[in-house]
């Protein structure tokens, strides 16, 4: 098994998988790094397919833009192995994929960022420290005292850290030991207040700052992306500007410059629950069509992987009816005219047993004391009690004596155990199988027909979209500027084309044969298929004698063409 399915790769480690795989399948796997960290470490990206500059339908998958979320870059590098495998050894069994859609899946071109954070993820793995994104400080000049995490005690990680305090709003559970639970109104001392491990910047050695996410590890970079971006006051961790970070602009501009992605999956943890758009607004404000097309996604995914697949807006915002602003997904979605969604791996709640609230967010806010101490007894008996850890006395220059322990949320929390690493990995990859299935796929037939008393012939074409997804991808983003529809262009060598004058001709685009789920055709009503939109039939009068050649695309799908000879 590859290592990457039993442990979180460092960036050295990381950086060995990727350029061997590079180095071995040279015609199928192109590494190119799209920035430099502020810690200069290469953001990796490969790109997996034969001919890997010629525009053709692609997909695009990234993990790991929030430090401590690990295990989006083994599924992103599950994912690419087994993009490799599908062109190395083509008769494998692939999930079960039958051959024919293997065979389709060749055809697609791969984009996989397995690590958007290579700084913040190091300082995860190596220090254990809170990092949402990046870890940067940011917000120069700030006046009011804030935590900056650190290593006190020596021992080379940042955990929690706890202060006796008679005001105090947690206790230590008396059924899990070390386990920090919310005071209740009759507990007896001893009472606490726990911190971040670290140290107080610009104290004024007398009261306590309150602790934020983004305290010195500012910004987000999945509220950095411009669709619907708002300023901080507005959005925390916003940035100074929409891609004013190097991590996050350099998706942008990548993205930008190859209009053909279609597919496009953001892995996150922790959560076990996919999230797709809208994120703005209710699914009664979405086009049917492309709601149709996220039902299907849903239900693949509650049959592949186990989770369900909700509505940002109406699911996942953390105060309902305040949409998170700035957020990649709905930069792909809206902004690119992509089918895309984010995946929070990880069902630690399904290992707990929790029943699914009428919110799927409410998950992370509705846990009491019976939840907490259940997560203790899960870490205890299936992780090895690698979260839960024990408090040490420690003298902090600051605050006097002090502990620090408490927990290391890396692996249990965040991220799922090693030993469940390669499911996760598979049942992921299964998932993204079936979605990249689904791009569009032009195909083209030429034929001419027989001059009449040696006058003119006439060239015809048909060019078809053998996709699920029609040519401009989703209806929101028909209108995006990029998404033209299809244009055909004519060469003759020899010949001359009489009408259409100049040979060009606007074919417009052509939609899949695909209709999601519950969009209304599938009654037994009215089984009836609609017309031949999927199709356009060209025609080209000719004279003269020699090669002609039909091109027939857009930057969105790719070219096909065929040349044919008239003796």
Not at 448 to 468: C, F, H, K, S, W
Request: aromatic share 10%; proline share 7%; with cysteine.
């Amino acid at each position: 098994m590859s290592a990457f399915r039993e442990k979180y790769l460092d960036h050295d480690e990381l950086t060995a998988q990727v350029k061997a795989w590079a180095a071995a399948h040279p015609d199928i796997v192109r590494l190119t790094s799209l920035t430099k960290t502020a810690g200069g470490r290469d953001q990796w990206l490969l790109t997996i397919g034969p001919d890997p500059d010629e525009v053709r339908p692609a997909v695009w998958v990234d993990g790991n833009m929030h430090a401590a979320e690990l295990a989006g870059s083994s599924v992103a590098l599950g994912i690419a192995e087994d993009v490799i495998r599908l062109h190395t050894e083509p008769d494998a069994d692939l999930h079960g994929l039958p051959a024919h859609l293997r065979e389709f899946l060749r055809g697609v071109k791969f984009f996989i960022l397995p690590r958007m954070s290579p700084d913040g993820a190091e300082e995860v793995l190596t220090h254990g420290r809170w990092v949402r994104s990046v870890p940067r400080v940011g917000r120069d000049g700030r006046t009011k005292p804030w935590w900056r995490t650190a290593d006190v005690d020596g021992d080379g990680l940042a955990m929690l850290m706890r202060i006796e305090d008679a005001a105090g709003e947690y206790v230590e559970s008396k059924e899990a030991a070390n386990l920090m639970v919310p005071r209740a109104i009759d507990d007896p001392p001893p009472y606490y207040r726990v911190y971040t491990e670290g140290f107080i910047e610009g104290w004024d050695g007398r009261s306590m700052p309150d602790p934020h996410y983004l305290d010195d590890n500012y910004p987000d970079l999945n509220r950095n992306f411009p669709f619907d971006w708002a300023p901080e006051h507005e959005q925390a961790g916003a940035g100074e500007f929409p891609g004013s970070e190097p991590e996050s602009r350099s998706v942008m501009e990548f993205a930008t410059a190859h209009p053909e992605i279609a597919a496009w999956v953001d892995f996150h943890c922790f959560g076990g629950v996919f999230i797709r758009p809208r994120g703005e607004v209710p699914d009664n404000k979405m086009d049917p069509e492309d709601l149709a097309i996220y039902r299907q996604l849903g239900a693949w995914a509650e049959e592949m992987t186990g989770y369900p697949m909700v509505s940002g807006f109406e699911e996942f915002t953390y105060s309902p009816d305040t949409p998170i602003r700035g957020d990649l997904i709905e930069w792909a979605h809206r902004n690119r005219g992509a089918i895309s969604y984010v995946c929070e791996l990880w069902d630690l709640w399904a290992q707990l047993g929790h029943e699914r609230p009428k919110r799927f967010v409410d998950h992370y806010s509705h846990l009491g004391r019976k939840e907490l101490v259940g997560f203790a007894k899960w870490d205890a008996e299936h992780n090895q009690g690698r979260v839960i850890r024990p408090w040490k006395k420690t003298a902090h220059p600051q605050l006097g004596e002090v502990e620090v322990g408490g927990i290391d949320s890396r692996v249990g929390i965040w991220n799922p155990p090693y030993e469940m690493l390669g499911e996760v990995c598979e049942k992921q990859s299964a998932m993204w199988m079936h979605v990249a299935a689904m791009v569009p796929r032009l195909s083209l037939e030429v034929a001419v027909a027989p001059a009449e008393d040696g006058g003119p012939r006439v060239v015809r074409a048909t060019v078809r979209n053998l996709g699920y997804l029609p040519t401009y991808v989703t209806r929101e983003g028909k209108n995006l500027a990029h998404n033209d529809g299809l244009w055909a262009d004519v060469e003759g060598e020899g010949l001359e084309v009489l009408a259409p004058l100049g040979g060009r001709t606007e074919v417009g685009h052509l939609e899949g044969w695909g209709r999601g789920l519950h969009g209304g055709d599938a009654g037994v009503h009215f089984v009836r298929s609609r017309g031949t939109t999927d199709r356009r039939e060209l025609s080209w009068t000719v004279t003269g004698t020699g090669s002609f050649r039909v091109r027939i695309g857009s930057a969105r799908t790719g070219w096909v063409e065929e040349t044919i000879e008239l003796p």
